[in-house]
């Protein structure tokens, strides 16, 4: 019965002070849809990146690193042998790569390994000589580290995969040398060793660099172009089941295959501090902002309790507790914070959606920005939390009214 009462004394300070309720409310829903807007505008541009970047390399890529050799400053007779270190040429073949496959497949983390050659080449159709590219892998395991089906915009991957001397060309390429699915298109490597290939299919990363300059061939394919045997290999990419987690395993791939691994955040330092960055920045500037709106409903109920230290003081005589008083007032805080949480989510669900739609351009496409659940609870919680002290803290002030000093003002 108690309760029912706080309640509606609750619900008639929020009426009889609708102006103020209104601007209260309104203030959370700019806060909730601004947070919730610019978390799911990073999640997106995460989202995106990360898509990006997976397109064309994998989580970890494992290869034989550049030997130096050790700088000798003085002999037996102390003169100088070696002024500065040089990279000793030796070959970059990863000895016996099928053994190392094994190992790292063994390991329960590890989603797909794809051994891999990056060959460079030119490429020639008629007059058209363009410089680039091409990736040799296994094809079922190629499409499980990049999905590259997922980028396609003609042929067949089918068709690709069995084909020993199918191509996979990027969008540029096949825009400047005017290629279609089912041309030839020539393959010059350094070794000059030249190879004919059949246009299976034409990819769209939407990363320009990758798509004017990059093709996907057999392994085999790639062999041929280096003038190598069956077990050639100069690489051998890992993805595992979580890719933030890719740096934990370097060092432990390092050690069980000898060979140097490196985790693409190590690859990409530049581009995971900028994403630090606009982390700290997006969720810096959508905190302020809901706390701001927070502050507006604090100073409501602290001037509501002014306005009403009378009738608390009346409350309290009829054998109202200084609990009761807090319900009241906290009821009143979390009312007008619902109303603007479900506002605020409504507001940023539309512009999300809306957002969704707007065609970028570039290699961004569509703008970067998703439902995220994750942000919406995340917002909404820290609405309410935020809302609640805004209430509490002026109720423990009501509750400490004293009516006797109030009734002899």
């Not at 590259?148 to 915009?153: G, H």
């Not at 990027?170 to 041309?183: E, F, P, R, T």
């Not at 701001?292 to 604090?298: L, S, T």
């Not at 003081?313 to 979390?334: E, P, S, Y």
Request: glycine fraction near 8%.
């Amino acid at each position: 019965m108690k309760h029912a009462i706080n309640s509606e004394i609750a619900f008639t300070y929020i009426n009889s002070n609708k102006k103020l309720t209104a601007v209260a409310a309104l203030g959370i829903v700019l806060g909730m849809a601004v947070y919730i807007f610019m978390n799911s505008m990073m999640a997106g541009f995460d989202k995106q990146i990360n898509e990006s970047i997976f397109k064309s390399i994998s989580h970890i890529k494992i290869y034989k690193d550049d030997e130096v050799c050790a700088p000798l400053n003085e002999d037996s007779t102390h003169k100088t042998l070696i002024i500065n270190p040089k990279v000793i040429p030796t070959s970059n073949k990863i000895i016996n790569p099928n053994r190392i496959i094994q190992l790292l497949e063994s390991h329960p983390d590890v989603a797909v390994v794809s051994p891999q050659i990056n060959t460079g080449v030119f490429y020639k159709n008629g007059k058209s000589q363009i410089s680039g590219t091409s990736v040799g892998f296994i094809p079922e395991r190629g499409n499980r580290m990049y999905n590259i089906e997922s980028f396609m915009v003609d042929g067949n991957y089918q068709t690709f995969k069995n084909n020993p001397n199918g191509i996979l060309v990027g969008a540029g390429i096949a825009s400047k040398m005017n290629l279609s699915v089912g041309d030839n298109i020539s393959l010059t490597s350094s070794k000059a060793v030249t190879k004919v290939m059949r246009v299976e299919g034409i990819f769209q990363t939407n990363n320009s660099g990758v798509d004017k300059a990059r093709t996907f061939i057999s392994l085999q394919a790639a062999q041929q172009l280096q003038a190598e045997g069956p077990t050639y290999v100069t690489e051998i990419n890992v993805n595992v089941n979580d890719f933030n987690a890719a740096e934990q395993y370097s060092a432990l791939f390092s050690n069980l295959t000898g060979y140097k691994a490196e985790d693409w955040k190590t690859s990409n330092e530049t581009l995971v501090a900028g994403n630090k960055m606009r982390k700290v920045i997006i969720t810096f500037v959508s905190v302020t902002i809901l706390l701001v709106a927070g502050f507006g409903i604090y100073n409501i109920l602290n001037m509501t309790v002014s306005q009403k230290i009378n009738d608390i003081a009346i409350l309290k005589a009829m054998g109202f507790r200084g609990n009761d008083v807090v319900k009241i007032f906290v009821t009143q805080a979390m009312t007008i914070g619902a109303m603007g949480v479900t506002a605020g989510v409504i507001a940023a669900s539309g512009l999300i959606y809306w957002l969704q739609h707007v065609y970028i351009g570039g290699d961004i496409g569509y703008f970067p920005i998703y439902f995220n659940l994750v942000k919406f609870l995340q917002g909404i919680g820290f609405g309410l939390l935020i809302t609640f002290l805004a209430g509490y803290i002026p109720a423990r002030k009501a509750a400490k009214v004293d009516p006797v000093s109030i009734f002899r003002k």
